[in-house]
């Protein structure tokens, strides 16, 4: 069903910018330097707070190449990566395992009604769409498919904080390739415009994510039917302020 929903959902709209980005050999390379470590302790905090059951099922929402779905895994989890990018999907299908397994799928529609205990959506992997209510619409479906107590964990920046440092400058080096690398504010999104050199083609992506406070993911959470239970602000699950790195939410169906 979700195969068909999805292909309902991409034949009525033009390309988005992650339908091209994420597909690109260029994202991987300009994201290399991710710190694993930081992630795995990470995910390890989650867990220990979350304390699901030994084998409980896990739906990791937009996982990329599968670098957190692999640590849910290897807690003893079975665990679903999903994502729309066919390139990442690919390179993450060559490590499945018995608990672990990865599909192409797009976040707004559903992959399985109630199959699921936790739904992680990491590393900002949300607002990405250029209408409100298709982002609306991925907590909408994450309610769907949870077990009823089931949680989900929404990992998102402080807007709070990166909107008065606007705009920003910056330059990323990747062995011969230079990112210059633009951010700023417009039409209430955070745009990323990213623009390089290999050999004699120039190339420009851009990176979309809508800049929502707390109080506005709260809203759209709320809306969902879920319970929130809890606000970090940080990787080490300190409590959120305005002045935090990140932004945590940890959402109950009821």
Known sequence: MYKKNQSTILETEEKQWF???????????????????EAEAFISKLINFLKPEPMAKVLDLACGTGRHSIM??????????????????????????????????????IVKLQGFDLIFNLFTSFGYFELPEDNQRVLDACYSQLLPGGKLVLDYFNSEKILPSLPQFAQEKRGDLCFEIEKF?????????????????????????????????????????????????????????????????IAVKK
Not at 19 to 37: A, G
Request: a negative charge; zero cysteines.
């Open 185 to 249: 504010k417009l039409d209430g999104q955070i745009v990323k415009s990213i623009k390089f050199t290999d050999g004699d083609e120039s190339y420009h992506f851009e990176e979309r994510v809508f800049a929502y406070s707390m109080a506005q993911l709260q809203v759209m959470i709320l809306a969902a039917g879920f319970h929130i239970q809890e606000v970090f602000g940080n990787y080490a699950l300190e409590k959120f302020d305005t002045a935090s790195e990140r932004l945590i939410l």
């Open 19 to 37: 339908q091209t980005w994420f597909n690109t050999p260029f994202y991987h390379i300009l994201y290399n330097n991710r710190d694993n470590e």
């Open 72 to 109: 849910l895994s290897k807690l003893g989890l079975k665990v679903l990566g999903v994502d729309l990018s066919t390139a990442s999907i690919n390179e993450a299908k060559q490590l499945e395992t018995s608990t672990l397994q990865f599909e192409e799928h797009d976040m707004r529609s």
